[in-house]
């Protein structure tokens, strides 16, 4: 073991999502961290009763942390979309009231049936993630890093890569969708990449 290895902090990554512990997990172990999913502990997240991302953020964090006693970092992140009064928002993840194997897919068709018949415009949208860290449980003084993506929802689903509303995020700088783009390019540019940049530099300053 290297000496660089040893050093590495544990931290909890407070989600559920495997989608999002692929994508997160590769990015905290180059901050020099030893990434744990909750999963690993037998954790499932709480109930997500916040009216904002960041507080659903730090309901999880605070959550994974209590039961490891690890410093944990938690992701709350949906897709906005103003001309639906900013829906599916905070409950992106279970928009059409599905939960489990089918939710995407569900979320996806609810979404393209609200935006049947509608203009360029009213079909803006954007991806917003909000990362949190705490260093214990009880931290008063938590890290937020706020990350977002713009682009707009296409009109069918394209792509098979990526989870969640990925496949009908047409994002113009590259002309597709989020689901087809490859992995390590949609690391770099996504809602989540941006944030996560937001909290290397946090991180960087402390």
């Keep these: 073991m290297t000496s660089k290895q040893a050093t590495r902090q544990k931290v909890v ?3 559920g999502n495997a989608g999002k512990v692929k994508e997160m997990a590769d990015v905290l172990a180059q901050f020099g961290f030893e990434v744990i ?6 954790i499932e997240s709480p109930e997500e009763t916040g009216l904002t991302f960041v507080e659903n953020a730090l309901l999880k964090a605070r959550h994974a942390a209590q039961l490891t006693g690890l410093p944990a970092i938690a992701d709350d992140s949906g897709l906005v979309v103003p001309a639906l009064n900013n829906a599916p928002g905070l409950y992106s993840a279970r928009y059409a009231g599905v939960e489990g194997q089918g939710a ?39 890290i937020i890093a706020e990350g977002e993506c713009h682009g707009t929802i296409a009109t069918a689903e394209k792509g098979t890569n990526g989870f969640g509303y990925d496949a009908i995020f047409f994002y113009p700088p590259k002309n597709c969708t989020f689901a087809e783009l490859e992995q390590t390019e949609k690391k770099k540019l996504s809602h989540r990449a941006n944030a996560l940049k937001v909290l290397q530099a946090k991180l960087n300053n402390q």
Excluded: W, Y
């Excluded at 999913?37 to 037998?42: H, L, V």
């Design 13 to 15: 990554l407070a989600t």
């Design 104 to 142: 995407d897919a569900a979320n996806r068709q609810k979404l393209l049936t609200e935006l049947a018949q509608t203009t360029e415009e009213m079909r803006q949208a954007k991806f917003v993630s909000c990362i949190v860290m705490l260093s214990h449980a009880a931290d008063p003084s938590p």
């Design 37 to 42: 999913a909750q999963s690993e502990f037998g």
